[in-house]
């Protein structure tokens, strides 16, 4: 794939494609000269976002598809993960570190890319996911 500016991809909702967005990461590293470190971070909050559109958003039907898009500027690499669902409250979401949670095999992903992106915006009503990461720091 040759990456350019606002590189957009169309991913069918079927887990087997999640192996799409790791090429896409894999492809945008490379170009970018992203450090290992951040690498990490990228690959796992945007699997996570895109694992969530799939799954939550759009209930994996395979009629329906995740739009991925990046985009660089001003030293910041911004994701953009949009799902054709009907959204969810992201405002009001459980602590998946509370003890009656930590069992639970859901419900980190919000919380990981959270952790991991410099800044994750909802719009949308949360059908649209804006990750951003910081490249040179």
């Known amino acids: 794939m040759v990456l350019s500016e606002n590189q957009k991809l169309l991913i ?11 090429k896409l990461v894999d492809d945008v590293c490379d170009l970018f000269d992203i450090k ?22 759009n209930k994996a039907n395979p009629d329906t598809h995740i739009e991925v898009t990046f985009k660089v500027k001003d030293d910041t690499l911004y994701f953009t993960v949009k799902d ?18 930590i069992e639970k095999p859901t419900g980190r992903g ?11 915006t909802f719009e949308d009503k949360g059908t649209k996911v ?5 490249l040179k720091k």
């Not at 069918?12 to 790791?22: A, D, F, G, Q, R």
């Not at 804006?130 to 910081?134: G, K, N, P, Q, S």
Request: with cysteine.
């Open 130 to 134: 804006i990750l951003e990461f910081i």
């Open 36 to 57: 290992e470190e951040i690498y990490g971070h990228i690959l796992v909050a945007l699997t996570e976002a895109v694992n969530n559109g799939l799954q939550h958003g």
């Open 12 to 22: 069918p909702s079927k887990s087997e494609n999640i192996v799409l967005v790791e």
């Open 84 to 101: 054709q669902g009907t959204g969810f409250d992201f405002n009001n979401l459980p602590d998946p570190t509370d003890p009656k949670n």
């Open 110 to 120: 919000i919380f990981l890319m959270r952790h991991l992106c410099d800044k994750v």
